[in-house]
T-cell receptor, first 116, second 113 residues
């Protein structure tokens, strides 16, 4: 079974600053995908970024980037130039196969507060 | 449709009553997933479908929970004889057969009193 661990239940960052959210996972799979989802107070789950395990290059989406360390089984999310709208729960998720029918395994989330 | 549509948004049931939740996946998406989120944190996978067939039901408490995805109808998740611990937000998600991203609906908040 795959487990996903987010060790920071809560974090705070000032507007315009950079913050990094941690995620580690445990798996024996060689082919898998990793995701970060954002859940604002509206509770809508929004995909932030995706990483394929076979790709060494770290994924980037505008202000969001990841540091994927496959050997260490680590997948951290960096948010640059934080904005008030980034305030949300952030969930790291693992999918064990490229077949999109497999479910996501989620971490317990990190609550991020962006302050003025 | 262009988004995953879940109904109702809120549902209140007395303990022991039945609850039925609905989900219309994005058009063209052949996979549908149900997740349970308790206390704004932990997501628990319940069941997934490939079209109308169960793909993975390893997370499903089979005694009281059942789910269906029938052709030309919204998918449904039904809880018989609800218990207090069933109170949660139930999310439906769908994904395209050739892409890995799952798109989520806005969830149904079930409150059992």
């Amino acid at each position: 079974a795959q487990t996903v661990t987010q060790s920071q239940p809560e974090m705070s960052v000032q507007e315009a600053e950079t913050v990094t959210l941690s995620c580690t996972y445990d798996t024996s799979e060689s082919n898998y995908y990793l995701f970060w989802y954002k859940q604002p107070p509206s509770r809508q789950m929004i995909l932030v970024i995706r990483q394929e395990a076979y790709k060494q290059q770290n994924a980037t989406e505008n202000r969001f980037s990841v540091n994927f360390q496959k050997a260490a089984k680590s997948f951290s999310l960096k948010i640059s130039d934080s904005q008030l709208g980034d305030t949300a729960m952030y969930f790291c998720a693992f999918m064990k196969h490229s077949n999109s029918g497999y479910a996501l395994n989620f971490g317990k989330g990190t609550s991020l507060l962006v302050t003025p | 449709g262009e988004e995953v549509a879940q109904t109702p948004k809120h549902l209140v049931r007395g303990e022991g009553q039945k609850a039925k939740l609905y989900c219309a996946p994005i058009k063209g998406h052949s996979y549908v997933f149900w997740y349970q989120q308790v206390l704004k944190n932990e997501f628990k996978f319940l069941i997934s479908f490939q079209n109308e067939n169960v793909f993975d039901e390893t997370g499903m408490p089979k005694e009281r929970f059942s789910a269906k995805c029938l052709p030309n109808s919204p998918c449904s998740l039904e809880i018989q004889a609800t218990k207090l611990e069933d109170s949660a937000v139930y999310f439906c998600a769908s994904s395209h057969p050739r892409r890995t991203e799952a798109f989520f609906g806005q969830g149904t908040r079930l409150t059992v009193v």
